[in-house]
């Protein structure tokens, strides 16, 4: 061997020997960190009666909001709750460090129903973005006492099927013209975009009243456009400087209220045409609604209570549906089945009937069902918040003061002790079942249970009704990979085409 050759390995095994080293103390620096990261979470409770939950605190200040993006990024978002089950056992409680906070992970189905019904030691725990884009008189920024009263006032006209019935033929409008015009688009469209728009003209026709032809004063797309920008800051950092989401979140959320604000004068003064004062909009009702003892709400409590209902059930109707199209057009005896319930409700119709009766929709008991598993195979939501406001028993562990709790329903949804098979899209398996408190958690539960739910539901059953009776979607990119944050979405948002059924 020639001696520059010596040379030349002598100073390869040298560099090799100093990168080694280098990744060596890398690697026992970052885990001795971890480590005392993970201890001084454990001795901040240490004089408490229960310990912590299994699980581990991750890095300093970053906690596992890598671990857990990692997984959220990948095809498998669920193998970050896997991977706590598979190292601590199915304890249900496991204590971790995400989204800037010391964090509680619930995902057994008792385990949520405890903190989900318990309002007098826990309250919501969004993040900050959240509580400052959905306003001080929301349903989120509010004590549970004033939460109370203002659910029992507003929320009567949008909860339950009886309620809701004079809303059918206005969604069964929007639904079919909807597809009308999208079976006639030339080229493909992104679907889960035009599900977006139909939800909201449903939105705003039966909570604003508005409509094409019967507001000349707002620009609906300009509406669309400022909720878009509000809910992209909904799960941004809280920076509030030029560039971030929520700098723009919160100048949208700005544009907004003062748009709502000159809706609620002008309905007080009239200025609208007479059609608009005839429609018994939700705005209408809050603005006259009256407690016990005759007060009414603040404009302020008007606003932010329309622009959670947005937030809340804007996305639940345009994935719901989105979501139940693609299972059901995956699995074809599945979409028989569907359709022939809907023939069947045309066919014993009676003759003088011209469109669809709330008689007729509690009739669609499989529709239901495969609504159902869409909801439990989605998990639209992949978790709740709330957050400890003193040290909590659960379960022999202890939630300390002020930590976050994260109900985690993928993690329920998906354990296959709770539901066998999880991954399969399965209707059948909520025959003669009722799942036990806990276990089904689309829309939350315990008092502060999604308002908007019941009408959510309602816009996906009565559009499915008539795309099942007439259409069907042809993806153009089937295959293509699932985006999970947000919200499940396929990354093209579903570039397709509806067709009409021949």
Same mark, same amino acid.
């Given at each position: 061997m020639k001696q520059e050759d010596c040379i030349y390995l002598n100073i390869r095994m040298v560099l090799l020997t100093v990168v080694a080293a280098l990744l060596g103390g890398y690697a026992f620096v970052f885990g001795f960190l971890r480590k005392i990261n993970n201890w001084y979470y454990v001795w901040s409770v240490a004089k408490t009666k229960y310990p912590l939950p299994p699980g581990d605190m991750g890095w300093p200040f970053l906690g596992n909001m890598p671990s857990f993006l990692t997984a959220f990024?990948?095809?498998?978002?669920?193998?970050?709750?896997?991977?706590?089950? $598979?190292?601590?056992?199915?304890?249900?409680? +496991?204590?971790?460090?995400?989204?800037?906070?010391?964090?509680?992970?619930?995902? $057994?189905?008792?385990?949520?129903?405890?903190?989900?019904?318990?309002?007098?030691?826990?309250?919501?725990?969004?993040?900050?973005?959240?509580?400052?884009?959905v306003g001080k008189r929301s349903f989120h920024g509010i004590s549970n006492a004033e939460h109370k009263r203002l659910r029992r006032l507003t929320t009567a006209p949008i909860t339950g099927h009886e309620a809701l019935s004079m809303y059918v033929s206005l969604i069964e409008d929007i639904s079919v013209k909807t597809l009308h015009d999208l079976s006639n688009m030339d080229s493909p469209f992104e679907f889960l975009v035009e599900m977006r728009k139909f939800a909201f003209q449903v939105f705003t026709t039966i909570f604003?009243?508005?409509?094409?032809?019967?507001?000349?004063?707002?620009?609906?797309?300009?509406?669309?456009?400022? +909720?878009?920008?509000?809910?992209?800051?909904?799960?941004?950092?809280?920076?509030?400087?030029?560039?971030?989401?929520?700098?723009?979140?919160?100048?949208?959320?700005?544009?907004?209220?003062?748009?709502?604000?000159?809706?609620?004068?002008?309905?007080?003064?009239?200025?609208?045409?007479?059609?608009?004062?005839?429609?018994?909009?939700?705005?209408?009702?809050?603005m006259e609604v009256k407690d016990e003892e005759g007060r009414q709400l603040e404009d302020e409590d008007i606003i932010d209570l329309l622009l959670i209902f947005l937030l809340a059930g804007h996305e639940s109707s345009a994935h719901g549906i989105l979501w139940t199209i693609i299972y059901l057009t995956q699995h074809p005896l599945l979409f028989l089945t569907a359709k022939r319930e809907q023939q069947d409700i045309i066919n014993t119709r009676p003759s003088t009937q011209t469109g669809l009766d709330i008689k007729e929709i509690k009739r669609m008991t499989y529709l239901s069902k495969v609504i159902d598993e869409m909801l439990r195979r989605t998990t639209i939501s992949f978790a709740n918040f709330r957050q400890a406001k003193v040290d909590v028993n659960i379960n022999g562990y202890t939630i300390p003061k002020e930590w976050k709790i994260l109900v985690w329903n993928r993690g329920v949804h998906m354990d296959p002790e709770t539901y066998l098979n999880p991954n399969e899209f399965d209707p059948s398996r909520w025959d003669n079942y009722t799942p036990r408190a806990g276990s089904f958690l689309p829309f939350g539960l315990g008092s502060r249970l999604c308002p908007g739910g019941d009408l959510a539901k309602l816009e996906i059953t009565i559009f499915l009704h008539h795309f099942l009776l007439n259409y069907k979607m042809e993806r153009v990119n089937p295959d293509c990979p699932v985006i999970y944050l947000p919200v499940p979405r396929p990354s093209d948002n579903c570039l397709a085409r509806i067709v009409k059924a021949t």
């Open positions: 990024k990948s095809s498998d978002p669920d193998s970050f709750i896997h991977n706590l089950i $598979s190292r601590y056992g199915r304890t249900g409680m +496991y204590r971790t460090h995400l989204f800037g906070c010391p964090s509680i992970i619930v995902c $057994s189905p008792e385990t949520c129903r405890k903190v989900l019904t318990d309002d007098d030691k826990l309250k919501l725990g969004y993040p900050a973005s959240t509580m400052a884009l604003l009243g508005f409509d094409d032809d019967a507001d000349d004063h707002v620009d609906l797309g300009m509406v669309e456009n400022l +909720y878009t920008l509000l809910n992209l800051g909904m799960k941004s950092m809280a920076i509030n400087l030029p560039g971030f989401a929520f700098h723009r979140a919160l100048k949208a959320r700005k544009k907004l209220k003062r748009l709502l604000e000159g809706v609620l004068e002008r309905k007080r003064n009239n200025e609208t045409n007479k059609m608009m004062m005839m429609r018994r909009d939700l705005m209408k009702v809050l």
